[in-house]
């Protein structure tokens, strides 16, 4: 009797894993359909208190830009709205599209994210998987560098300094891999940048 209790169980437990697998098999089977794949996207979790601060004083700059979707859109506070690359500056059509975020006064720099494109009309095939941050001094040194691979499907890449680094004036990233070949245009798209 006891035996056949837990055969029981045992049959349901399989029907319900069952279940879950055809429940997510048909998930992406209709993303699938509709020519892209699902994005884990949660957002990486920096508190942004440098930039809260000197919003006012940061200058950003690019290797290009596309017109209506310029530097500003880095630091606009809204996820949905990203800067973009000129067509075909991207590493994947053999460029090394840049980004460079000017503090214009030193200070002490432990972490920095990018928050990749999350513009709706424009979601998919702009992200930057891998690049290079650089913290560079007020002489033009880099003081700290490191390379760092996304988190997730929409590009969010966090860069956490083990020491952190002081006298920072200027922060310079470059994708060393990105989506270029993955839409029309050949360029990318980064949706936030936040520091702390
Ligand atoms: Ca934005």
Redesign the pocket.
């Known amino acids: 009797m006891h035996k056949l209790f837990l055969l029981c169980t045992l049959l349901l437990m399989v029907q319900f894993v069952s279940s879950d697998c055809i429940a997510a098999e048909e998930i992406n089977a209709l993303e699938k359909m509709k020519g892209r794949v699902a994005y884990s996207d949660a957002p990486l979790s920096n508190s942004n208190g440098l930039l809260k601060e000197y919003r006012k004083h940061v200058v950003i700059t690019a290797s290009s830009t596309w017109s209506g979707w310029p530097c500003e859109?880095?630091?606009?506070?809204?996820?949905?709205?990203?800067?973009f690359s000129a067509g075909r500056d991207s590493f994947a059509q053999g460029t090394d599209p840049w980004i460079e975020i000017s503090l214009n006064r030193g200070e002490t720099v432990r972490r920095i994210s990018l928050?990749g494109n999350r513009e709706p009309s424009w979601r998919y095939g702009y992200a930057v998987k891998i690049g290079k941050f650089e913290f560079i001094d007020k002489d033009g040194k880099v003081i700290a560098s490191k390379v760092e691979e996304a988190a997730n499907d929409a590009g969010d890449i966090d860069c956490v300094l083990k020491d952190p680094a002081l006298g920072v004036f200027k922060i310079r990233f470059t994708s060393t891999g990105d989506e270029g070949t993955e839409n029309p245009y050949g360029d990318i798209a980064i949706?936030?940048i936040q520091i702390e």
């Open positions: 859109k880095l630091i606009d506070e809204d996820l949905e709205t990203s800067w928050l949706g936030e």
